[in-house]
T-cell receptor, first 111, second 116 residues
Framework: GEQVEQLPSILRVQEGSSASINCSYE??????FPWYKQEPGENPKLIID???NMERKQIQELIVLLDKKAKRFSLHITDTQPGDSAMYFC??????????WGSGTKLIIKP | EAGVTQSPRYAVLQEGQAVSFWCDPI?????LYWYQQPRDQGPQLLVY????????NSQLPSDRFSAVRPKGTNSTLKIQSAKQGDTATYLC??????????????FGAGTRLSVL
């Protein structure tokens, strides 16, 4: 079945710099790619998503890129702040509309 | 708008005991999901419903886990004879499908289960 690979598992960046998380998927029918942020003890919350009819989407400091040919999508956080420290999960939804989740990236913002 | 409501927030059991988790999705959401999230791992789908019908329960350990959504609104996930390996947070999420494909999942606060 569909798998989503997410890398890196841990990412440490200096405050103010950019952070990038990469995901790849297998099912060419996947058409919806959300990103969730989960803070300790909290539930996952959607922060940005992109559909297959787009290649790029930006919401404030969050940028998502989608390369359908390569079956890859990525999250870029510009000008990182301490509040960006959290677990980030990518996911992909295929033809059966079921979300397949990546294994998560722990983002640590160093002061 | 009220979010996804789950109860209880915490549960502590001895092995072999049973427990039920309850979820009230966002009003109007036809799709409801139960996920298991072990510590430091991503959410793993157990089962999901569209209205009252089970769409996929292939990851639900059927010998000890059961889930129902009888009226297509609230849902209950039950573990009979819990094992230590069931220790995790159980997340309920809902979304509106409406025949138009995948849409945003909204998660409840989760139930943290510890099996001693």
């Amino acid at each position: 079945g569909e798998q989503v690979e997410q890398l890196p598992s841990i990412l440490r960046v200096q405050e103010g710099s950019s952070a990038s998380i990469n995901c790849s998927y297998e099912d060419s029918a996947s058409n919806y790619f959300p990103w969730y942020k989960q803070e300790p003890g909290e539930n996952p919350k959607l922060i940005i998503d992109i559909r297959s009819n787009m290649e790029r989407k930006q919401i404030q400091e969050l940028i998502v890129l989608l390369d359908k040919k390569a079956k890859r999508f990525s999250l870029h956080i510009t000008d990182t702040q301490p509040g960006d420290s959290a677990m980030y999960f990518c996911a992909a939804s295929g033809g059966n509309y079921q979300l397949i989740w990546g294994s998560g990236t722990k983002l640590i913002i160093k002061p | 708008e009220a979010g996804v409501t789950q109860s209880p927030r915490y549960a502590v059991l001895q092995e072999g005991q049973a427990v039920s988790f309850w979820c009230d999705p966002i009003s109007g959401h036809d799709t409801l999901y139960w996920y298991q999230q072990p510590r430091d791992q991503g959410p793993q789908l157990l089962v999901y419903f569209r209205d009252e019908a089970v769409i996929d329960n292939s990851q639900l350990p059927s010998d000890r886990f059961s889930a129902v959504r009888p009226k297509g609104t609230n849902s209950t996930l039950k573990i009979q004879s819990a094992k230590q390996g069931d220790t995790a947070t159980y997340l309920c999420a809902s979304s509106f499908y409406g025949g138009h494909g995948q849409n945003t999942l909204y998660f409840g606060a989760g139930t943290r289960l510890s099996v001693l």
